[in-house]
Antibody, heavy 115, light 109 residues
Framework: EVQLLESGGGLVQPGGSLRLSCAASGFTFSIYAMYWVRQAPGKGLEWVSGISGSGGNTYYADSVKGRFTISRDNSNNTMYLHMNSLRAEDTAVYYC????????WGQGTLVTVSS | QSALTQPPSASGSPGQSVTISCTGTSSDVGGYNYVSWYQQHPGKAPKLMIYEVSKRPSGVPDRFSGSKSGNTASLTVSGLLAEDEADYYCSSFAGNNFSFGGGTKLTVL
């Protein structure tokens, strides 16, 4: 059974940093691209970032480029999102999702950027 | 990355059919056959319902179907059930990034 479990969310001040994790199980993690998608309170879904199976290729939405860094550790079946220079508009539930078609999603972790 | 355009709401009575549209451009919906649809119930994570325009994952009822014409994709839900009431989002691959629609709230009357 595929499982994705996000962690690391919380309350952070504007300008602060946070690292999210996505622990995967139930599939061969290293052969699948993985993604981060966020949803601001009461709003729709927004694609944030993606990383290839090997970790050699990374992709970012314009809204987070230069501030967020995606990475993965295939030996521990975990993906990360390092978030710097956080803004109020980054407040959202952050989901990790598997593969190009986002066929499985985690339950999400809430990031709140506020003073 | 521009958002795809969906109607904010749609509705139908039990047993009826409803179609939700998703309009993009030749750089996303029209340029790739990687259009997906997701169902989201309140407080829950999205669930994949349709991928690659018209394919259904295992376990998704065949009441859900997808299609595409030009820059517009569509999701049709036939034989509406109360449990189909949810938010529905389309997404499209757009070459090294993805676009999502703003979401459509489907109400079963």
């Amino acid at each position: 059974e595929v499982q994705l479990l996000e962690s690391g969310g919380g309350l952070v001040q504007p300008g602060g940093s946070l690292r999210l994790s996505c622990a995967a199980s139930g599939f061969t993690f290293s052969i699948y691209a993985m993604y981060w998608v966020r949803q601001a309170p009461g709003k729709g879904l927004e694609w944030v970032s993606g990383i290839s199976g090997s970790g050699g290729n990374t992709y970012y939405a314009d809204s987070v480029k230069g501030r967020f860094t995606i990475s993965r550790d295939n030996s521990n079946n975990t993906m990360y999102l390092h978030m710097n220079s956080l803004r109020a508009e980054d407040t959202a539930v952050y989901y990790c999702a598997k593969d190009l078609i986002f066929d499985f999603w985690g339950q999400g972790t809430l990031v709140t950027v506020s003073s | 990355q521009s958002a795809l355009t969906q109607p904010p709401s749609a509705s139908g009575s039990p047993g009826q059919s409803v179609t939700i549209s998703c309009t993009g451009t030749s750089s996303d919906v029209g340029g790739y056959n990687y259009v997906s649809w997701y169902q989201q119930h309140p407080g829950k994570a999205p669930k994949l319902m349709i991928y690659e325009v018209s394919k259904r994952p295992s376990g998704v009822p065949d009441r859900f179907s997808g299609s595409k014409s030009g820059n517009t994709a569509s999701l049709t839900v036939s034989g509406l059930l109360a449990e189909d009431e949810a938010d529905y989002y389309c997404s499209s691959f757009a070459g090294n990034n993805f676009s999502f629609g703003g979401g459509t709230k489907l109400t079963v009357l």
